[in-house]
């Protein structure tokens, strides 16, 4: 900064001064600037916490151009790697070929029974719908997307995936596997989005609990195993019931396969989701053609309990019954 | 001598590359890895890097290239935007202040060091997501996630220290 052996006249002579006294100088101001710096690092970064809670549109379109930039990158890094880890459970399945073969060929023989049920049922299904002269939408298409990160932390649950607004992602749309919800879209880029895990501390989804239809809505605790709230006083769950997405809200399709109760207790039931996080790579997002129907408040605010008493004589088809704003997904019969 | 183009840019270069890699540690550290219950506790590469250049090179990490580590962390992990920014900056500023506290000390005080820092760096993390978040945010992956930390940091550190010694050496 100052130029080397600083030179001044002092008293009508050339005194040349030491480079170290400057230094001894400059070394606070510098060391007080720095520090200016750093505080004013801190605040910013104070400013832009609050900014998130204010304004959460605004930072998350920041958000957004940022993920898009950087996701061409993760997007070529992600592919070696998954192939790297999908060689290695290939050795290791290999290792256990036997065992899960026989398992297999267990599996298979009860599926053949399950199957039997199903086109049974498909059959029954059918028939009845024409007797109420049911439609069932026919104008749901996917759109499929890669993992291209996973978050990795204690305190967020969500993916990022490789497919943006110009492959028709859309917010709130509902994204799952073949196994079941993964979680729903919350930021969209052009090329990259962002799935907000089930799990996720700001994630709320309203279910249906089969048997007995008992709805109630499925809020991430940053847990693997999400929470059921506002459960109906005087309901009943038990271990292994299942979980499906009920619609309510209109940002979800009805009847998507969620998860099983795991945990029944006096402060609440916990649910044990179908998918993995872990094992995810390629997942779908479901287009269900109802655009911008999530709202930018959350879900669980809206009262979706109905009594308890009307619940089991309810069939899902006509459940409107609550103070939703949205129309239901559910396809009502015409009246 | 005034040093020709070629020369400047090298130690530009040179200098620089500390942040850029540790850039890319955020990159790689929100790899999906596939490995079953990783991508909870997967240890913060980008925080020991901070900390490591902080003790013995805190001129090639800057606080304003720490602040935009820690901003690019929250833009792509997914945590409220600002938490980590505060976070590597708090480390980075707690070790410069304690910078006697580090020099010419053996490999074991630093990792100590580290294992304390770290600790404050999750539990204010914590805080801070649960203030933003309004509630009590689940402790039990974060100390996973500190202890991970804590058990990781030699591997890259003994990366990092090469670099720093093979720096000297050519200095």
């Keep these: 900064m100052f130029p080397r052996g600083f030179e001044h006249r002092q008293n009508g002579a050339l005194v ?53 930039t950087v996701a061409p990158i993760l997007d070529a890094v992600s592919k070696p790697v998954a192939s790297a880890s999908k060689f290695a459970r290939r050795v290791e399945a290999l290792w256990a070929m036997y065992e899960e073969n026989e398992a297999l060929r267990q599996d298979n023989a009860r599926l053949f029974q399950w199957q039997a049920v199903a086109r049974q049922l498909e059959s029954e299904n059918n028939s009845l719908r024409s007797l109420l002269n049911f439609t069932t939408r026919a104008d749901i298409a996917f759109i499929s997307g890669r993992v291209i990160a996973d978050t990795g932390g204690a305190f967020a649950h969500s993916l990022l995936l490789n497919a943006g607004s ?34 996720d501390l700001n994630s709320r989804i309203p279910v249906i609990i089969e048997p007995g239809r008992v709805r109630a809505v499925l809020a991430g605790d940053n847990t693997d195993t999400p929470r059921l709230i506002h459960l109906p006083p005087g309901s009943i769950l038990s271990q292994g019931d299942l979980v499906i997405t009920s619609g309510h809200g209109g940002a979800f399709p009805v009847g998507l396969a ?78 | 001598m005034k040093p020709t183009f070629s020369q400047r840019l090298d130690t530009y270069t040179r200098n620089s590359l500390p942040v850029f890699v540790t850039l890319l540690l955020v990159l790689i550290n929100v790899l999906p890895l596939h490995i079953p219950g990783l991508s909870r506790i997967v240890p913060i590469l980008p925080l020991m890097a901070v900390y490591q250049w902080a003790v013995y090179r805190p001129n090639l990490m ?32 707690v070790v410069i202040y304690q910078q006697r506290f ?53 591997l890259l550190a003994w990366i990092f220290l090469r670099w720093q010694n093979a720096m000297a050496k050519t200095e």
């Design chain 1, 166 to 199: 110009r492959d028709g992602i859309q917010k709130g749309q509902a994204v799952v596997t073949g196994e079941g919800l993964v979680g729903r879209i919350t930021g969209v880029g052009s090329r990259s989005s962002r799935i907000l895990l089930i799990s």
């Design chain 1, 16 to 68: 040349k001064e030491n480079p170290r006294v400057i230094s001894r100088i400059a070394q606070p101001i510098k060391g007080l600037a720095q520090r200016f710096v750093y505080v004013g690092l801190i605040l910013a970064a104070f400013a832009l916490m609050m900014l998130g809670k204010v304004d959460a549109v605004l930072v998350e379109r920041a958000r957004t151009v940022v993920t898009d």
């Design chain 1, 258 to 335: 969620v998860g099983v109760v795991s945990v029944v207790s006096e402060n609440g039931a916990k649910v044990q989701p179908y998918v993995a996080r872990d094992r995810l790579e390629l997942v779908r997002a479901i287009d269900f053609g109802l655009a911008g129907i999530l709202r930018a408040e959350p879900i669980e605010e809206r009262p979706v309990a109905v009594p308890p008493a009307t619940l089991p004589e309810q069939p899902s088809t006509t459940s409107t019954t609550d103070s939703l704003p949205a129309p239901p997904l559910t396809d009502s019969a015409p009246e």
């Design chain 2, 102 to 154: 580090f020099t010419a000390k053996s490999f074991l005080v630093v990792w100590f060091g580290f294992g304390v820092v770290a600790m404050g760096a999750s539990i204010l993390s914590w805080i801070l997501v649960s203030i933003l978040s309004a509630s009590i945010v689940e402790p039990r992956a974060a100390v996973f996630q500190y202890l991970l930390n804590f058990g990781c940091f030699p």
């Design chain 2, 62 to 93: 800057p606080p304003l290239a720490v602040f935009f580590i820690g901003l690019m962390f929250d833009v792509l992990s997914g945590t409220p935007l600002g938490v980590n920014a505060v976070v590597f900056l708090t480390v980075y500023g």
